[in-house]
C-alpha cells in the first residue's frame, strides 16, 4: 500500500542511526507540551504521528471474528529527527533540560556515524565551532611529583601566603634593569598577573552578555577579591565606553589581520581612564593555524556592525595573513612598535602564533627585539567559534613540546626570566585547568590561556569534545553565549555568568596554592620547574625532558 | 602515699655536674613520684617534663626550678599542676590531657599544641602556632590556654575546641595582639582577646563577636584566680573592662555554606562598581541605546520566539489542480461534495471545462492524479469518475455581453475552451471550423470506444447552449479571410491544430495511408474503410496504438507496430491494442514500404498489405499573415498563447502538440489573457506552488481496500492537500490552547494562533493533516 515514491533513496539518505545523536523519545512518559521542541536550537526535533498496522489474521476455524479478515490501525505519536543533515541533532540536550518527565534525551551514536562522508554536501568543505573532538590531553597525565617531605617544611595552602601571580612584559636583567634606572632610560612595562587569563574571544565570536559577563566578573576578581585576572578581547575590538571605563586596566586589546574595531580603540585614546593591560597582536591561532577568524553573517547584528565598524549582516572573515607584513622582521618591528608607541611604551605588546615547528624563529626574533613583551604560543587543542574542520582537527602543534622546546632555547641563552612564554590551546579541555596551566608553567610557561574552560565553567557551554553541540558557528548557541540574537542571548545573564568567573578564579587560586604547597613553593610560581613534574610515558618524558614515572 | 607526703627533689645535673638526658630524667622522675605527690624537678633543660604522673589521689605537683626545655607537660594527666617560675621553651601541654600548667615567664611556639583537655596559663607573651590542634571531646572539659600578653602567627590553626585567652598585657607587638593570620582551619572552640590586631585572622573559619553575656560571666568568674596563679593580682581591674574584650568564634559548617559566596554579593558590585563606570550604567548605551539584554526563559511566547505559526491556508496548490494543464481544483470539487453542495462541485467543474466527461471522464491520461497524495497512502482519487459524473446539462451563467468580439479559428478542444472562458465572461466567441462539426480530433479521430459518442454528444449539445458562442462551420481559412476576421474581431484565436501528417520519403511512401485520414475515415460514418488482413504501422505512440485498434475493428488479424525507438505508447491505448493482439517491434527503420510490405534497413520484409504511417502531424499555417513567427513550423508564442501580432493568439497543437487536456488548458489561459487585457489589468497565471509532500499528515488516515466508487467516497478519501479541512486537530493538539477557530467573513473560519500563548512548538505544523500550518522564522 506504500507508494515507492514516498521512500526517496539517494546518496545523502540517512537514518537516524547514521547521525552522530539519536535522539531517545519515550512515548510512555512524553506529556506533549512542546517544550523540547520548541527549544531544540536546530529544529532538529518535531511531533510525528506513527500508524501501526494490527492485521487480524487467526486461522483457528469456527473462532470468533474468522470472518472479519483484514487489518486494524492504531495511530501513536513521538518525538522524532530529523534526518537531514543540516538539521541534525546536535546533541546538545536542551530537550532533556527542559523536558518535565524525563522524556527526551540525545544518546550518542555507539556506532559510525555516516555524517563524515557527507557534510560536504553542495562542495563546501565542513565547519563548526567549538573543539578539535579529541580527548586526549598529555598534560593531564602530568603530574606533581617532587612533594615536601620532611626534607623541607612543607607549606599550608590555607595558611601560607602565597603569589601566585606571574609577570608579563620584558623583564630586563637585574644589571640592565639598575643601569637603567640609575641612567633614567626606559624600563619596559611589566603587569603582575594572574597566570590564568581568559584568551581572546571576540565580540562577536561572544554575545553582548556573555562577554560582558566576563569583564564584569573579571572586574570583580580584581576589585573585591585582589586577583589579578587579566582578558583578552578577541579581535573584535571593544565597546567605546568600556574603553573608557576603569576595567581597561584589566583588559589585553587584541589586534589581528582583521583590524575590526580598531577605530574606536584609537578614537577613545584620549580618553582613556587606564592603560589596557597588554596589546596582543594576533599572528595565528591554534584551532586553525593559517586562517583568519570568520564571523558569519548571520551574527554580524546591527550591534557587532556597529563596534567593528561593518556594514551589518555581511560575513566577516579575517585574512589569514596581516596583509602588508612580510616578513618576522618587518612584522616584530612594525607592529611591536607602532602599538607600542600607542600607549607611549607603557603597555606589554606581544604576539599570539599557532603552535608551529616554527615557533622558535619567532622567539629568537622577538628575544632581539627590545620592546617585544612576551610569546603567546596557541596549541592545536584550542577552540574557536568558526573553522574549518580539518583545521580544527588535522593542523596546527600540541602545545606542550612546542612550548618547552621554546623555553629550553630560552634557557640555553640564559634569557628565561627576560621573554614570558604564555600557553593555550587545550588548557582544561577535560576540565582539569589548574592541573593543566600548572603542568604547562612548570614546562616553562608564564601562564595559560583559557577559552573553552572557561565558557563551559561561566556559562554552562554545553559543547565537548565528543561533539556535542559545537555550533558556535552558527549563531544558534543555545546557551547564549555565541549567539548575537538576542532572543537567545538574553538567557544569559551577565551576573551569573560574573558569578561563575568569581567562583572559578577563586577555585583556581585554591588549587594553585595546594599544588604549590606540597612543592614546598609560596613566593614564586613554579615557572620552569619541570623536576617537580613527571608523566607516565616514557617518550613523552623525553620528548618534554622531564621524569618519567611508573 | 598520701596526699601529703614530703617533697621529694629531683635533679637535672648529675653528681659531676653533666646534664643528665631527658630519658634517665625521667626515669627520675617517674620513680619520685611512686614515692611523692610534690615533686620539685631542678631542671637543665629536659624535655617532655611534667607528664605522665599519676598519684593515687590523683593529684601531684611538679613545680620547676630551672631551665625548662621542650614540650613541659607533654602528656599531662588531670591532677597534675606543673609551675614553671620562669619561661618555657616550645610546644607547652603537647598532648595534654588534665594538667594544669602554669609558665610564669614567656613561651615559645607551639603552646597547647594538639591538647586535649587541661590549662595552660602563660604570664608573658607566647610564639607561633600556639592553640594548633587542640581538640575538645565532650565527655571532658574543654582546654583553656591563657596569655597574658600577645601571641605569635598563625595562631590557633585548625583549633577544634579550644578556648585561649588573650590579654594583651605588654604585648610583643603593641599593634598586634593576635599575630599574623590566626584561625585558620579552625572548627571549634573561640578565642577572648583585647587589644589591636591586623585583621588577618580567617574569615571561613572564624567570625569576630563581642562576648555575649554568657561568656563574659565564663570570662570574668576563672579571670581572679587564675591571675592570682600567675601572681599578677594586680591586673584584675584592668582586664575586667568588658568593651575591651572581643571574641573570634569557630563558624559552622552551616555558617559557612550560607556565606562563603564571595565578601561581596555579584548585585552589589554590578550597583556599586560596575554600573557607576558607565553613563546611564549601561556599557552599550551609546552604540546600542535602549538595547534589552535583561534575563529570560528557555521556553517563550510572543515577541521572544524564533519562529511563529502561519496558517497558511490555500496557499499551496494541491497536485491534482497543479498537475492539471488547465488547473481544475478537484480538491475543491471535493469538498463541496463533502459539504453536499453537489451541484456547486459541478458548476465550478465546468467553469473551468466544457468537457468533464469527455476529456477527464475519457481520453485524459489523468495528469491530475498521477501525483495524487492519497498515492502514498493507498489508491489515487479517481478523477475519470468524477468527470464522467458532471451530468447536468446546461452550461454554467454567463455574464452579460460586453461588446467584445473574439475570432477563433479551429473549433477543436483549445479554441473552444478559449470560446468557453470568453464567453462565460461576456466576451463573444465567434469559432470558425473548416469540418463540419466541432471538437477538431477528438471529433474526428479519437475511436468511439474511448470517447463513447453519447457522453459527447451530450458536452457538444451543452457547449453550444453557451451564450456568447456562435460556431460557423465550413469556414475555409485563407490570408484574405483572416486579414477581415482581425479588423472586425478585436482578437483573434489560432487554434487549427496539426491536420497535415507527417511522411517519410522512403521508396514505396505513396503506398502508405496516414494515420490521420485512417482515423477521421473510420469516424467518418458515410465512409466504408477496408485495411489487409496484415497492417503495419511504422510509429508506436499512442495514436498508433488507436490507428491499431481501428485496424482490427476493420478486419485486420495482424498489426504490427514498428519504431525507430522505444514506442512512446502508454496507458489506455497501449493497452487497448495490446489486447487484441497487437505486437511491437524496435529498433526498426523502414527501408521502403512494397506490395508485400515493409521491408526494414537490414532487409527483412515484415508482410502487410495495408501500411499506415503514425509518425504525428505537422501544423497547416499558410494562412497566417506575413510576418507572424513560426519555430520548426509551429507558431511563436509566449507563456499566455500570444503572437508576435498583439492582437493574435495561437493555442494548442498550433503552437506545441500535446494532449487535449493541454490545448484546453492553452485556451484557458489565452482566453485569460485577452480578458485581463479588456479589463485594463496585468494577466495573472496560475502561480500557487505545489505543496511539499511532507507537509501533510497522512497518518490521521487509515489506508482502505480500494479506492472509492462514489463521489462521496472520493471525496471522503480526498487529502485537501493545502487547503484546511476544518477538522480542529490543531486546535486540540496545541499544547498552551495557543489555537482557537475563529469566524471569518470571507472565508467562513479560520485557524488563530495568540501570539501570547504559542511556544513556537511546532506542533500545529506537526499535526495539521493537510499542511496548512507552517513555521515561519520570526
Known sequence: MVSVRSLPVNPSSLTYHDLPWIVQHREDRCTLCGRCTSICPTGSIFLTYRRQRMPKVGLTPGAPNQDQRGSAYRTFMGIRQNTDLARRCIGCGMCAMVCPNEAITPAPNANDPRTPFLNNQKGEAPTRGGRRNDRNSILDRISFNRISMLTDPALDAGRHEFSCNTILGRILPPEEFLRRQAAGEWIPPTREIFPFIIGSMSF????????????????????????????????????????????????????????????????????????????????????????????????????IARLRGVPAGVDLPSPPVHQTLYSIEESVMKMIQTMSMAWNFKVPVYPKISGSTSAKSVLNNLVRNPYAGALLIDGIDGGTGAAYNISMDATGHPIASNLRECYLDLVAQGRQNEIPLFAAGGMGKNGNITQNGMAMIMLGASGVHMGKYIMQAAAGCLGNEKNRCNVCNLGICPKGITSQNPKIYRRLDPDDVAQRVVETFSAIRTEIKKIMAPLGRSQS??????DAIGIDDKHIADRLKIKYIC | ??????????????????????????????????????????????????????????KVSVRLKGPAGQRLGC??????????????????????????????????????????????LIGGSIGARGLTMTKWNPDYTRPELWVLGSVGDTFAEFNCGGIAVVCGVEPKNAKNVMGYRPCVGMVGGWIYYRGETDGTYSKNNAKLVKPDDEQWQWLMKRLPANLEALGRQDLLKKLSVRAEWNLLMAITPQERALMFSGPMPMAEFREKVWKPAFPGGDPLGDIAPGLDRSHIGAIVSGDLRRKKPYWANQENAAPCTFYCPVHIPTIDRLRLIRDGKMDEAYELVLRHTPFPASVCGAVCPNLCVQNCSRDRLDERIDVAMLGRSVRITQPPASKKATGKKVAIIGGGPGGMNAAWHLAQEGVEAHIFEKSDKLGGKLAQVIPWERLPKATWDAEIARFLKMKNIKVNFGVAMTKAKLAELQKQYDYVIVAVGTHEPRRIPFPGNERVIAALDFLKSIKDEKQKVKVGKQVVIIGAGNVGCDVAFEAYQAGAEQVTLV?????????????????????????ISTKEVTAEGLVTDKGELIPAQTVIISIGDIPAVSFLPDGIELFRGWIKTDKTGRTSDRHLFAVGDVEKPGLATDALGRGKIAAGAILAEIAGKDYVPFQLPLISPDKLTLEHYCPQ??????QEDEATRCLSCGTCRDCHLCETICPTQAISRQKHDILGFQYVSDDNKCIACGFCADTCPCGIWTMQPF
Request: charged fraction near 20%.
Open chain 2, 705 to 710: 481496500p480500494s479506492a472509492g466508487s462514489s
Open chain 2, 75 to 120: 602528656m599531662g594527666q588531670p591532677g597534675t599542676t606543673i609551675v614553671c617560675e620562669g619561661p618555657a621553651s616550645d610546644d607547652v601541654g603537647y598532648l595534654n590531657i588534665g594538667a594544669d600548667i602554669i609558665v610564669k615567664g614567656d613561651s615559645s611556639n607551639g603552646v597547647c599544641n594538639a591538647m586535649a583537655q587541661g590549662r595552660v
Open chain 1, 525 to 530: 610560581l613554579p615557572i620552569g620547574m619541570s
Open chain 2, 1 to 58: 602515699m598520701s596526699a601529703k607526703s614530703k617533697a621529694i627533689t629531683v635533679k637535672g645535673l648529675d653528681k659531676q655536674g653533666t646534664r643528665i638526658s631527658s630519658k634517665n630524667f625521667d626515669e627520675l622522675v617517674q620513680a619520685a613520684a611512686r614515692k611523692s605527690n610534690d615533686l620539685i624537678l631542678e631542671t637543665f633543660g629536659q624535655h617532655n617534663v611534667g607528664g605522665r604522673l599519676h598519684s593515687a589521689d590523683g
Open chain 1, 204 to 303: 562577536g565570536a561572544l554575545s553582548p552578555n556573555m562577554w560582558l559577563g566576563l569583564l564584569q566578573g573579571v572586574a570583580y576578581c580584581n576589585e573585591v577579591l585582589g586577583i589579578p585576572v587579566v582578558m583578552c578581547t578577541g579581535e573584535g575590538g571593544c565597546p567605546p565606553w568600556v574603553l573608557r571605563s576603569p576595567f581597561l586596566k584589566y583588559i589585553v586589546l587584541q589586534i589581528a589581520s582583521g583590524y575590526f574595531g580598531w577605530d574606536e580603540i584609537i578614537r577613545a585614546l584620549p580618553e582613556m581612564q587606564c592603560d589596557p593591560a597588554a596589546i596582543e597582536i594576533k599572528y595565528g591561532q591554534g584551532a586553525k593555524p593559517g586562517d583568519g577568524g570568520l564571523l558569519m553573517w548571520f551574527k554580524v547584528s546591527q550591534l
Open chain 2, 563 to 587: 519504431d525507430i525507438q522505444k514506442p512512446l505508447a502508454f496507458g489506455k491505448e497501449k493497452a487497448a491494442a495490446e489486447k487484441l493482439g497487437a505486437k511491437f517491434r524496435w529498433p
